[in-house]
């Protein structure tokens, strides 16, 4: 309980140590490390002295035992010398003087048993949370503990299960939704009508804040649903589990996570699928000349320290992941943020490709104080609809190429900005060469 604090701390500090030394924050972050190693010494200090005692307790109740034993041997020698001999007084004195090895053993093992127990008491914890409640009138939360239920009344349910092919179709429906994070007050969607057809492509872009990455992730269940409800295929998600949730839809975000272990592991880390179905998914993503070059194909392990893909490839293998679920709708989440335009374009352009006639979700999001845009807002051009969206509101809706050729449209000024600020970039470049 104590020395968890004391590593997450640690890596976290590691992780943003940069960060850290910009804004000055030395000082305080050693603040807390020491805090935390101090009541994780207190916590070790406690339990050694507690040994200690116990050991020292047990010696004592050992020698008495011994000590019983032998003068009980003695007694009945001197009473009944013919049925004892020093054989037999000898061999009770040393098994008796066995008797504390074993009691200090068996008792430290019980008391370690029951410290270990607390972990397991956590971990059933997590596996119990299975179970979910129905939210009160209250809005409280779901995954409430059973002494929780009793006291507030709630009643519990259990999950709706679905058939294997959900979703077929991939339409979308938000019917008044608002949206918050977790442990915060204000919503950060507000009463939302949204409805996302089969097959479409669709495009959001926006300012840092405006919603857009909080719409595509209340799809996987990552925000809280105050109002309203989000339907796919006519199913509402808030009564299906999030992992078969998530197991049913594919994201591709902006920093792809590549596991340690084979590029087989990595695309099918259960192993439902055969080779053919993977160098097939590869091909569609346009890593299956790439994947043939490694020294080992699919077998190639990947690891820290071989850097096999570059950043654009493993948006692309993302993709190919998506490819092999089968899933039917698809969402980028600012995943070509950190590329250049060549390596946008062919991962879009697989993209397109892989789910043709499926819904396709991107995110366009625009960093404040400039016009620079994560996915190149003309690279929406080439979608069906695209939506603009300012403090969780839908502002303009409608087809990308109308909005851009209409006088006073917000999106068409976001297109008029970006051509700007790339022809004043052009022009800075050569005035510096």
């Not at 030395?26 to 050694?48: D, Q, S, T």
């Not at 116990?54 to 009473?79: H, M, N």
């Not at 948006?315 to 980028?332: D, P």
Request: glycine share 8%; charged share 25%.
């Amino acid at each position: 309980m104590t020395y968890s604090p004391v590593l997450a701390h640690f890596s976290e500090t590691i992780e943003g140590v940069t960060t850290i030394r910009a804004f000055g924050q030395e000082a305080r972050f050693m603040e807390v490390l020491f805090k935390r190693m101090e009541a994780n010494n207190v916590a070790h200090i406690a339990l050694n002295c507690s040994n200690r005692w116990l050991g020292i307790a047990l010696d004592y109740l050992g020698a008495i035992i011994v000590f019983v034993a032998i003068l009980t041997a003695l007694i009945t020698a001197s009473l009944r010398p013919q049925s004892t001999s020093s054989s037999l007084i000898g061999l009770a004195v040393n098994y008796a003087m066995l008797v504390p090895i074993y009691l200090n053993w068996v008792v430290k093992l019980f008391a370690e048993m029951e410290m270990y127990g607390g972990a397991v008491e956590r971990i059933q914890s997590f596996i119990e949370s299975d179970v979910v409640y129905r939210r009160g009138l209250d809005g409280g939360l779901r995954g409430r503990s059973s002494r929780a239920v009793e006291e507030t009344g709630v009643e519990p349910f259990s999950y709706k299960s679905v058939p294997i092919s959900w979703p077929l179709r991939g339409v979308i429906v938000y019917e008044g939704v608002s949206l918050r994070y977790e442990n915060q007050k204000e919503n950060i969607i507000t009463n939302l009508n949204l409805t996302i057809p089969a097959g479409q492509r669709l495009g959001i872009c926006g300012r840092t804040g405006s919603g857009k990455s909080s719409l595509a992730l209340a799809l996987f269940g990552a925000l809280e649903v105050t109002a309203g409800r989000i339907l796919i295929d006519d199913v509402d998600i808030s009564g299906l589990h999030t992992d078969e949730l998530r197991s049913r839809l594919s994201i591709i975000p902006q920093e792809v996570m590549l596991f340690g272990g084979s590029v087989r592991e990595n695309l099918d880390p259960r192993g439902h699928f055969s080779d053919l179905e993977l160098w097939n998914c590869l091909e569609l993503a346009q890593l299956k000349n790439v994947v043939k070059t490694l020294p080992d194909g699919l077998d190639t392990q990947i690891s820290d320290d071989k850097h096999y893909f570059s950043s654009g490839q493993r948006q692309l293998f993302c993709l190919a992941r998506a490819i092999l679920r089968g899933s039917v709708c698809l969402v980028l989440d600012e995943a070509t943020s950190s590329l250049d335009t060549e390596t946008e374009k062919l991962v879009l352009q697989a993209a397109k490709k892989a789910f043709k006639g499926r819904t396709v979700i991107t995110i366009a999001v625009r960093k404040d104080g400039s016009m620079e845009f994560s996915h190149r807002l003309h690279s929406l051009l080439d979608y069906e609809r695209v939506l603009v969206l300012e403090q969780g509101r839908i502002v303009e809706d409608g087809c990308p190429r109308k909005l851009a050729g209409k006088a006073g449209s917000k999106f068409g000024t976001m297109l008029k900005a970006t051509d700007h600020q790339q022809h004043a970039i052009v022009e800075d470049d050569e005035a510096k060469r």
